[in-house]
């Protein structure tokens, strides 16, 4: 028997939060934010968390590839506004990183998305992820 999934979330139950400004541009014909857009919002968050802890920059590239994006749209985002991401990690493998994040507006869950990203060395091979990238990574998981 599976799990039951948890449903409620608060911005507060995850270690990495940050915030993106939705965009005019970032809407569809209909009015709202185009569910494409959710991934980006995402992407913006996990490389926030990860050049914070200095993953990529000058002085170091990790190189990463998406090997499963899966996006549970529970809300409509509009514009104007703000989006705040809550980002944590569900487990840390050898080549990979699990991410769980969600997007809230106005306090409201809009989404959920689970995200597997797999390190890989200059030859885009899955490559294995280094011991201190693995320990700055643990105060970010969560259950």
Not at 7 to 32: I, M, Y
Not at 107 to 133: L, R, Y
Request: aromatic share 10%; with cysteine; net charge neutral.
């Amino acid at each position: 028997m599976t799990k039951p999934r948890k449903t409620d979330f608060n911005l507060a139950d995850f270690p990495a939060q940050a915030q993106e400004k939705v965009r005019w541009s970032d809407t569809d014909a209909q009015g709202h934010v185009n569910n494409l857009i959710f991934a980006s919002y995402c992407e913006a968050a996990r490389i926030e968390l990860m050049q914070n802890l200095g993953m990529f920059g000058p002085n170091r590239r990790f190189t990463i590839f998406v090997a499963r994006l899966a996006i549970d749209f529970r809300a409509q985002l509009t514009w104007p506004g703000t989006v705040e991401i809550g980002t944590g990690i569900k487990a840390i493998g050898r080549t990979s990183i699990t991410f769980f994040q969600t997007i809230f507006q106005n306090g409201v869950c809009a989404a959920t998305a689970d995200i597997v990203v797999v390190h890989v060395d200059a030859t885009g091979t899955p490559s294995p992820i280094g011991e201190d990238v693995k320990q700055s990574l643990h105060k970010f998981l969560i259950d």
